[in-house]
């Protein structure tokens, strides 16, 4: 069996490599290495150096592949969202067609793209629902995100290929913090405060705290992708990838230490982010590491590699 996993040198992208490895595929690694580190990418699969937007190039390795999975994106924090929108867009949206396009006449299983939970912008109704409506004008990413999902639907439907769209709640984990290119590209507020803690320094919170999000360990939502790839039940649908709870951003700096200081809000930041996970729940799909644990999990790492 095999999986193509483009993104693959990324902090998300990377994990699912090394989950499909250790299941015993032949996986494709695709990244053109713009934010990502070649170093994360697990020395088992095959490594291609390769632009989303090359299709002669994905037509090459995109043939006979069971399955692929689109993680590759240009975000928006690595650049700011209104800087380079064309070639966000060029990235986000036409790239993503391009991938399905590759895979028009092809063998493959399932198409998973990896959205994110950007879409549903600052929704007045918590938990969000897949079925809550979509905030296309809060940023550009937005847009982006929502046409790439809607897109894969759309062609999948035509090339008569199963396509999933997952979107991402906050992920967290080691591969998020060891990027100087891409540092904040996930905001891992909890590996920021861990390395603060480590470095005997107080926690900077943002705001008064009270802003709140949904945290999955990236290992929860790497093996969420292989069951949701291997499920003959789920295709042509939508799904949150989350925890499912709620905590404010002061309650999880007084998890990690009661050594603070307060600093000011960031610029258009969301309230709140909690995502509902029923949906996925009900095929016995969830996260199984709780914040606590990954929290430790993640410590005990940093202080490893220090």
Request: negative net charge; aromatic residues 8%.
């Amino acid at each position: 069996m095999k999986a193509i996993v483009t993104g693959a040198a990324g902090f998300i992208g990377s994990t699912i490599v090394d989950k499909f490895i250790s299941e015993g595929f032949d996986t494709i690694a695709v990244d053109n290495l713009s934010a990502g580190l070649k170093d994360n990418v697990n020395p088992k699969a095959t490594f291609v150096e390769l632009d989303i937007r090359d299709f002669s190039g994905l037509r090459q390795i995109a043939t006979d592949c069971d399955y692929f999975i689109h993680c590759a994106a240009a975000m928006p924090i690595v650049r700011p969202p209104f800087e380079d929108t064309v070639e966000h867009e060029e990235i986000n949206v036409i790239g993503t067609m391009q991938c399905l396009k590759a895979l028009e006449g092809s063998s493959v299983k399932k198409f998973l793209y990896a959205s994110s939970c950007a879409t549903y912008g600052q929704s007045k109704n918590l938990p969000i629902t897949e079925g809550e409506a979509v905030d296309l004008l809060s940023r550009p990413y937005t847009i982006q995100k929502f046409c790439g999902e809607q897109f894969s639907l759309l062609l999948g439907q035509r090339y008569g290929i199963p396509v999933v769209s997952l979107r991402l709640f906050a992920n967290y984990g080691p591969r998020s913090l060891q990027n100087t290119k891409t540092a904040n590209t996930y905001s891992p507020v909890i590996g920021i405060f861990l390395q603060q803690k480590l470095d005997k320094r107080p926690l900077t919170i943002t705001g008064d705290g009270s802003q709140s999000r949904d945290f999955i360990n990236v290992e929860d939502t790497a093996r969420i992708f292989y069951e949701v790839a291997l499920s003959e039940e789920i295709k042509d649908d939508i799904f949150n990838v989350c925890s499912g709870r709620r905590i404010t951003i002061q309650e999880l700096a007084n998890i990690i230490s009661p050594d603070q200081t307060y600093i000011e809000r960031t610029y258009g930041e969301v309230e709140h982010i909690h995502g509902d996970n029923s949906k996925l729940r009900k095929f016995g799909i969830s996260p199984k590491i709780t914040l606590e644990e990954g929290i430790a999990n993640l410590e005990e790492y940093l202080e490893s590699v220090r």
